[in-house]
């Protein structure tokens, strides 16, 4: 068995975003690793855009489960196409970036292809005899776990981050393998679905202004909803406020949460616990505002405010709205 | 309707998180494992999955609900909690010296629930707080064929469906799902009850029922082997704004991040 497949399930319509080319990127830094050919398999409907696309990014061949029933996600649906692909393609390694639904098929495909998953991997080793070792965070970022998935085929889930996106060179082109996709009887079935998100996304952001417990209240998340509007950015929050139910759970940044790596992090009344700094860890500049000099945040943030945020926040509101308005 | 929770025993990560942000963490001579002695509680996601199936009995079905884990008896603390929750059958596989490999879990966990018969709903926690990979209910899920569906947070029983209410990346999703189903369970189900008194004094009186791994005929196969876990550094340089109060402080940082060339 030989190559390394990057997995892109349902590509929006506009073009390969976020985890399909870091998949992309991922596989092509393992190939690199390894001497194994860069593949891909694309599963949707009316793919052909991805998988042209696939192509200039550098896969040699893309494997294509094309039909109707896989045009929204279905992790039944997704796990069978994906298995076809992997034994059309005979590889050793899928490699699959995150995205919405990765956890709901990933660790499935590594069960039932037999050789295991590892999701959240930041880093990839090799080892002496041309194999490799992944690396992936544990205990919500305290410590690093290192794990070798021996046995393929096997499967890597990817944490944003760790490959860049391949080029596009509209030179390239990869063959095309059709991959049959027959539907299954499907024993779970969407019945009512989150609006797709037609604004800007979180993981996007440039800005991202984020509150903790140290707002103290629920409606004090306005705050942060100023402040992150008065800057062009978005509002994120602590997993411990929406537990509270303080902000809904979309704008968890965390762990279980979103992953961001803005240019710009404020984060407002949040320790810093390692389940959250493994959502935004990575955020080019990042501000920790608390009333704790001794925080762990602090340990983090390139700026801090050793103060409070009820205090900081209608200040830096009041300053970034002059400034706005000219 | 029989309700399978399985459950894991970890060590309090909160604890793990202070010890590292301290520099007081360590992994022994082993290499797989802290040396640092630090409590073991219930995964926290698990707890919520056991409040997921006393909701089911609270919403007047006739559940039995057993709760599942495997390890060495340590677990039986664990098993107890579970059973003064509200459980009625505590089962541990006994699996004292397992190394911490998912699929090999879901292994064990689906030879016993194949072993316990007509199960129609299996309640994980959505991960556990060590590994925090989400990965051995999927494979549970693939292991006994059942339907499979992640991050939820409301479960409610319809005819022969499962309503559930998913806390997605984008929103509230909900699906329907067949059963047999493994669910797992997200935070936003929130807070989990506590044992009741009454619950507490019958745990003390139940001891775990115990299968070995030759009963359940558990078989060898390949997942992901740990290694080594290390501890890496945080880099830690920062700069803090002083000012005389927080509108001089607020000015100064803005300038700051204007010179970053990030606002």
Not at chain 1, 108 to 122: E, K
Not at chain 2, 152 to 175: C, H, M, N, S
Request: proline share 5%.
């Amino acid at each position: 068995m030989s190559g390394i497949i990057a997995i892109i399930s349902q590509p929006p319509a506009e073009g390969l975003t976020g985890g399909d080319l870091e998949a992309l990127g991922g596989a092509a830094a393992l190939a690199a690793q390894t001497g194994e050919p860069v593949l891909a398999a694309v599963i949707g409907h009316s793919v052909s855009d991805a998988v042209a696309e696939a192509g200039e990014r550098g896969a040699e061949r893309v494997y294509v489960a094309d039909a109707e029933h896989l045009a929204a996600f279905s992790g039944d649906a997704v796990v069978d196409a994906a298995e076809s692909a992997v034994a059309a393609s005979e590889v050793s390694t899928v490699v699959i970036g995150r995205g919405t639904n990765t956890l709901e098929f990933a660790p499935r495909l590594g069960a039932r292809l037999g050789g295991g998953c590892v999701m959240g991997v930041t880093e990839v080793r090799p080892d002496a005899d041309g194999g490799f070792a992944v690396v992936a965070s544990v205990y919500g970022g305290s410590a690093r776990a290192v794990y070798r998935l021996a046995a393929t085929p096997r499967v890597i889930g990817l944490s944003p981050g760790l490959a860049p996106a391949p080029d596009r060179d509209a030179g390239r082109s990869a063959e095309v393998v059709a991959v049959d996709a027959p539907a299954s009887a499907e024993e779970r079935v969407v019945v009512d679905q989150p609006a797709e998100a037609t604004g800007p996304r979180l993981e996007e952001a440039n800005v991202v202004v984020s509150g903790g417990r140290g707002l103290q209240r629920g409606d004090n998340f306005a705050l942060i909803r100023e402040l992150a509007a008065n800057l062009g950015g978005m509002p994120g929050a602590s997993r411990a406020i929406v537990d509270e139910g303080w902000a809904p759970s979309e704008e968890q940044v965390g762990l279980t949460g979103k992953i961001v790596s803005p240019d710009l992090y404020v984060a407002a009344g949040i320790s810093g616990a390692s389940q959250h700094m493994m959502g935004c860890s990575t955020s080019r500049v990042l501000v920790g505002i608390n009333t704790d000099r001794d925080a762990p945040i602090f340990r983090y943030a390139r700026y801090g405010i050793n103060g409070d945020a009820l205090e900081v926040l209608p200040e830096l509101i009041r300053l970034t709205r002059e400034r706005a308005g000219g | 309707m029989h309700i399978v929770i399985c459950a894991k025993q970890v060590i309090d990560p909160d604890g793990v998180n202070s010890y590292a942000l301290w520099g007081q963490l360590e992994v022994d001579e082993s290499g797989r494992a802290f040396s640092t002695e630090l409590p073991l509680i219930i995964n926290a996601y698990d707890d919520q999955a056991i409040e997921a199936a006393l909701r089911l009995r609270d919403d007047g079905h006739d559940v039995t609900i057993t709760a599942l884990s495997a390890g060495g008896e340590d677990v039986n603390q664990l098993l107890r909690h579970c059973k003064a929750m509200g459980c009625d059958e505590i089962v541990r596989v006994d699996d004292p010296d397992g190394p911490p490999d998912a699929f090999r879990t879901a292994r064990l966990l689906a030879a016993a629930i194949r072993d316990l018969g007509d199960v129609d709903l299996v309640l994980c926690g959505r991960q556990s707080s060590d590994y925090d990979q989400g990965t051995t209910p999927a494979a549970l899920a693939e292991m006994l064929g059942y339907a499979y569906v992640t991050v939820a947070f409301d479960v409610r029983v319809e005819g022969e469906r499962l309503r559930i209410k998913r806390a997605t990346p984008l929103g509230e999703e909900q699906v329907l799902a067949s059963m047999p189903t493994v669910v797992t369970i997200s935070n936003e189900l929130g807070i989990p009850r506590y044992p009741t008194g009454r619950g507490m004094i019958a745990a003390r009186r139940h001891p775990a029922t115990v299968k070995t791994l030759e009963e359940l005929g558990v078989e060898d196969g390949d997942g992901a082997e740990l290694l080594e876990l290390y501890i890496h550094e945080v880099a830690g340089e920062c700069e803090f704004i002083e000012g005389d109060d927080p509108a001089a402080q607020a000015a100064a940082l803005l300038g700051k991040l204007e010179a970053e060339g990030v606002l």
